[in-house]
């Protein structure tokens, strides 16, 4: 059994900076892609970024594109989420999540594994 465990959360002011993990765990297996989600309450679960293993291949929301960073540097290392320049409109659970197949990785039905989540809160 695959676990994505994710850490790196917390709380910061408007402008902060935080950098997400997402560890993984169980059974060994070589996704396609990886990704950052996040929600909130009342909202559709929306991809903020996306890490396509083979290729190296990284894609962004528009709402974080220059802010934000996906990257993992060797297979064997977590995959991260640099968040700089903060906003209040940040704040939200983000969840890790990976695709085993060949496919995209921008919608919630397009993962195959997810990671319980961590919490991100950016004051004014």
């Known amino acids: 059994r695959v676990q994505l465990v994710e850490s790196g959360g917390g709380s910061v002011h408007d402008g902060g900076s935080l950098k997400l993990s997402c560890g993984t765990s169980?059974?060994?297996?070589?996704?396609?892609?990886m990704a950052w989600f996040r929600q909130v309450p009342g909202k559709e679960r929306e991809r903020v970024a996306s890490?396509?293993?083979?290729?190296?291949?990284?894609r962004y929301a528009d709402s974080v594109k220059g802010r934000f960073t996906i990257f993992r540097d060797d297979p064997r290392d977590p995959l991260y989420l640099q968040m700089s320049s903060l906003k209040p409109e940040d704040t939200s659970i983000y969840y890790c999540?990976?695709?085993?197949?060949?496919?995209?990785?921008?919608?919630?039905?397009?993962?195959?594994?997810w990671g319980k989540g961590t919490t991100v809160t950016v004051s004014a």
């Open positions: 999540a990976a695709r085993t197949s060949a496919g995209d990785c921008a919608y919630e039905a397009d993962m195959t594994y």
């Open positions: 169980g059974s060994p297996f070589r996704p396609y892609c």
């Open positions: 890490f396509y293993t083979g290729s190296r291949l990284t």
